[in-house]
């Protein structure tokens, strides 16, 4: 059995407080955000910046086949820090916070390797938006999800195209348009949410499913990612041909040939992720 490593992150130095920890078991990372000076987690750009350093070290680490990103036990992350954002005076450097937070967003969702959002807490807003932006995602069943930034006259600018893209144009209207927030259980039939656990337990199930996932052969979670990705960024003839490439490479894979090993040798196959 490998022991778990629980290391904290700074993504500046020593002399800024670590608000992310990093929890190895095997081949499933959990990345969690802990600002010990907030009793929810709330979006900064010192949080930001340790939370999309620690996946992206991940993301390059071979031993690491799924990541689960969680926060602290009855929070997962509420959203902006209010008291930041009404300190922003300059609209270029609202437009410039604004695209920053857009690209991580972005550049999670484009990562690799399978993530899971582990929410046991409230996800409101940005802290929503960081959600939807991860592969999959497992909720305690009486949190709150939604964007509520019409209630302050705000957008939920990059969550309005992932809301969509998940439940359709009526259903994310009407969150957009109320901000009202809905339970998991709501989220879990809309499409929103993979699972529903209970209370207390959310971690132990993301990591359950993580580590089924990190199970299974790398190549083929990462070429499955981007088709699906296709699906709904290309037009068909183009995703069917992304998918034929695809197909290929699998076939081309030690990962394939070493799954069919194992299946005929009735052992656990040893994917190496190539």
């Known amino acids: 059995m490998t022991l778990a490593q629980s290391t904290p992150v700074s993504a500046v130095g020593a002399e800024k407080s670590s608000l992310v920890r990093v929890e ?15 009793a929810h987690n709330t979006i900064t750009r010192e949080l930001g910046e340790q939370l999309f350093g620690a996946i992206a070290e991940l993301e390059r680490d071979r031993d690491v086949k799924a ?7 009855d929070a997962f992350l509420a959203g902006a820090n209010l008291v930041a954002v009404r300190a922003i005076k300059l609209a270029d450097e609202a437009r410039l916070l604004s695209r920053h937070a857009a690209e991580q967003f972005a550049t999670l969702a ?15 807003g940005g802290g929503f938006e960081l959600a939807l932006a991860c ?5 305690r069943k009486d949190v709150a999800l939604g964007l509520p930034e019409s209630r ?8 309005s195209i992932r809301l969509t893209r998940l439940v359709g144009s009526s259903r994310a209207k009407e969150l957009l348009f109320t901000g009202d927030t809905i339970p998991a259980e709501r989220a879990l039939a809309w499409g929103l949410v993979n699972r529903v656990v209970e209370a207390g337990s959310a971690l132990d199930g993301a990591r359950a499913l993580a580590q089924v996932i990190a199970s299974r052969g790398p ?15 290309e037009a068909l003839d183009a995703a069917l041909s ?14 394939l040939h070493e799954g069919v090993a194992a299946f005929l040798a009735k052992r656990p196959p040893a994917f190496e992720g190539r």
């Open 67 to 73: 990541i689960v990103i969680a926060g602290k036990p």
């Open 135 to 139: 592969d999959l995602r497992v909720c």
């Open 219 to 233: 190549v083929s979670n990462r070429l499955a990612k981007t088709l699906v990705d296709a699906a709904q960024d």
């Open 152 to 159: 302050l006259g705000g957008l939920a600018g990059n969550g």
């Open 24 to 38: 190895r078991r095997g081949d499933v990372a959990v990345v969690t955000m802990d600002d010990p000076h907030e």
């Open 110 to 124: 484009d990562k690799g390797k399978p993530t899971v959002a582990c929410v046991h807490g409230p996800a409101l």
């Open 242 to 255: 992304q998918s034929t490439v695809a197909q290929q490479a699998i076939f081309d894979s030690d990962d």
